[in-house]
């Protein structure tokens, strides 16, 4: 079983940068993807960046230039750098792990980013 837990959410304002991290415990098999995902108030979840075990990386067009993924040296953390936020970049920002053998999908609680304008 794999639990994932999310920190470095918080309040900040337009055009600013925040960082979030993912710490996975468990065993994280390959091929597996990782990534993080978002949520705004009314609106359902998307996806904002994955990166997969092999090292590519994919971005929503949305945060495509400002954003950044990357993973730990181990299989178990992962990061999402942001920059030059916007207010709609405010969400619940969730961790994901797939693991591609059996298209299992592990998920984090949540972490709240808010920016405002």
């Known amino acids: 079983q794999v639990q994932l837990v999310e920190s470095g959410g918080g309040l900040v304002q337009s055009g600013m940068s925040l960082s979030l991290s993912c710490t996975a415990s468990?065993?994280?098999?390959?091929?597996?993807?990782m990534g993080w995902y978002r949520q705004a108030p009314g609106k359902e979840r998307e996806l904002v960046a994955v990166?997969?075990?092999?090292?590519?990386?994919k971005f929503a067009d949305a945060v495509q230039g400002r954003f950044t993924i990357s993973r730990g040296g181990a299989e178990n953390t992962l990061y999402l750098g942001m920059n030059s936020l916007k207010p709609e970049d405010t969400a619940v920002y969730y961790c994901?792990?797939?693991?591609?053998?059996?298209?299992?999908?592990?998920w984090g609680q949540g972490t709240q980013v808010t920016v405002s304008s």
């Open positions: 994901n792990v797939r693991d591609m053998r059996t298209n299992v999908d592990y």
């Open positions: 990166i997969f075990s092999s090292g590519v990386t």
């Open positions: 468990g065993t994280i098999f390959r091929p597996n993807v």
